[in-house]
């Protein structure tokens, strides 16, 4: 330590505040690495998810207001790697973009519930249409949508 001018010795280290300021950096930064580390696979999954639930929906409302028994039909042999829906007049799915590929390889669907026929869905006449269950797997990942039925589809906690 070397004397200041006063005869007291001077003190070398940190301001409380530039302490802060490092905390802060290091923190932001480590939320920033967190964040660009997420599997690739399940934020593509998700946003999977997010598209089927908006389909679903929207095929949905227009089989209420329309009164057609319409249906999701995941991808079958012929159509590999697509889902369609069944019911709505074609000009109508083609106007609103509800027949669409997967966004990555195709996931194994899993379907259940009361409304469910086998390996679709269904969305209407009814405004009431029972609760029913998609999930979605690739992989090691799995996402679930879920409806009670009156509810519209949406992504369950635990993906279960």
């Not at 964040?35 to 399940?42: E, G, K, P």
């Not at 389909?55 to 079958?76: G, M, Q």
């Not at 379907?111 to 249409?129: K, M, S, V």
């Given at each position: 330590?070397?004397?200041?001018?006063?005869?007291?010795?001077?003190?070398?280290?940190?301001?409380?505040?530039?302490?802060?300021?490092?905390?802060?950096?290091?923190?932001?930064?480590?939320?920033?690495?967190?964040?660009?580390?997420?599997?690739?696979?399940?934020?593509?999954?998700?946003?999977?998810?997010?598209?089927l639930a908006s389909v679903l929906e929207t095929a949905r409302a227009e089989a209420r207001?329309?009164?057609?028994?319409?249906?999701?039909?995941?991808?079958?042999?012929?159509?590999?790697?697509?889902?369609?829906?069944?019911?709505?007049?074609?000009?109508?799915?083609?106007?609103?973009?509800?027949?669409?590929?997967?966004?990555?390889?195709?996931?194994?669907?899993?379907?259940?519930?009361?409304?469910?026929?086998?390996?679709?869905?269904?969305?209407?006449?009814?405004?009431?249409?029972?609760?029913?269950?998609?999930?979605?797997?690739?992989?090691?990942?799995?996402?679930?949508?879920?409806?009670?039925?009156?509810?519209?589809?949406?992504?369950?906690?635990?993906?279960?």
């Amino acid at each position: 330590m070397r004397a200041r001018p006063s005869g007291r010795p001077s003190q070398r280290g940190f301001t409380l505040i530039e302490l802060i300021v490092a905390i802060t950096i290091v923190a932001i930064a480590s939320a920033t690495v967190a964040v660009a580390v997420r599997d690739r696979a399940d934020v593509q999954l998700e946003r999977e998810a997010l598209q089927l639930a908006s389909v679903l929906e929207t095929a949905r409302a227009e089989a209420r207001a329309a009164s057609l028994d319409v249906r999701w039909v995941p991808d079958s042999g012929n159509d590999a790697g697509r889902y369609h829906l069944t019911g709505l007049p074609s000009p109508l799915v083609r106007r609103l973009g509800l027949e669409r590929p997967w966004l990555g390889d195709t996931p194994i669907v899993e379907i259940q519930g009361a409304a469910a026929n086998g390996r679709t869905l269904r969305l209407g006449p009814e405004p009431l249409i029972g609760a029913q269950r998609v999930t979605l797997i690739r992989g090691d990942h799995r996402i679930t949508l879920a409806t009670d039925g009156l509810r519209p589809f949406a992504i369950t906690k635990g993906g279960a």
